[in-house]
């Protein structure tokens, strides 16, 4: 019987050990054990004993378990920005200084074809030389005054659907380009300036004229009715009317309370010829 005791308490050692030992390993590789998914990123694993990285199961969210020698390899999905300075040739050959904006974030769910086929620095290997390779492509074919001035909306949009189709052959999303400044020579940009001015001035003076000729329209058009009413009037007043109308006159002026003297027939048309004082 107490033989058997002392293989008991070697037992309960052994498994003490082992499990202080397992302990041990999980406090020392925990970092390597357990991980964390933060909000807006996606994660792949890479498999280092199996088939390499895993494409295709991504890792959400949230807290995660795996092998300590297989590796974590996480993605920002969220919208990033970044700015470009770049020369670029006009049609004319004249060299423009270019700033442009852009926005961009991987694929959701893709980026694990972005890390196999490109590498994490997908934006310096992939999103910068296309969208200055583009830039170069589209502002070659404007002169420099269209980019300053008339035609910068149109080279945004070719620039921003020509890049977005590359950059989506690589799962990589394009939000937007907008170009934040463009620096000509000096003598080209007076030039462009004062063109422009002479323009604005053309355009005030056409519509001085325009506005002058409506008011000469409307005063005509006001003048010519004139005409046709008085033409009307003088046709309805026949001597009858007027005789009538003088007559109404008198009558009213007689029953004033001011003094006077009525002549009557002594007026034109027989009309009576009132004399009198206020």
Do not use: C
């Not at 009715?225 to 003088?246: F, P, V, Y």
């Amino acid at each position: 019987m107490k033989t058997g005791q002392p293989e008991i308490n070697t037992k309960r050692a052994t498994f003490l050990l082992t499990l202080g030992f397992i302990v041990i390993l999980t406090v020392l590789f925990s970092s390597r054990l357990f991980y964390t998914i933060p909000q807006g990123f996606e994660g792949y694993i890479f498999y280092t004993f199996g088939n390499g990285l895993d494409k295709d199961n991504v890792k959400g969210q949230g807290f995660h378990l795996k092998f300590p020698w297989d590796n974590l390899i996480k993605y920002d999905i969220r919208i990033q920005e970044n700015m470009s300075q770049m020369e670029v040739l006009a049609e004319n050959g004249l060299t423009i200084k270019m700033e442009l904006s852009y926005r961009y974030h991987p694929m959701p769910g893709k980026a694990g074809f972005i890390e196999e086929n490109i590498g994490s620095d997908y934006h310096e290997k992939i999103i910068i030389p296309e969208i200055r390779s583009v830039s170069r492509e589209v502002i070659g074919e404007y002169l420099p005054e269209e980019l300053y001035s008339t035609k910068r909306e149109t080279i945004e949009d070719e620039i921003f659907e020509k890049t977005q189709i590359a950059l989506t052959k690589k799962f990589i999303n394009l939000d937007a380009i907008l170009i934040r400044d463009v620096t000509l020579p000096q003598t080209l940009q007076d030039a462009i300036e004062k063109k422009l001015k002479q323009e604005q001035e053309a355009l005030e003076y056409d519509f001085k004229i325009e506005k002058a000729q409506k008011e000469a329209q409307r005063l005509e058009i006001e003048a010519q009715g004139k005409a046709k009413a008085n033409e009307i009037l003088d046709a309805s007043l026949t001597e009858n009317i007027l005789r009538e109308k003088g007559i109404e006159a008198t009558l009213k002026l007689s029953e004033s309370t001011n003094s006077k003297v009525v002549v009557v027939g002594s007026g034109k048309d027989g009309l009576p010829l009132i004399l009198g004082n206020n």
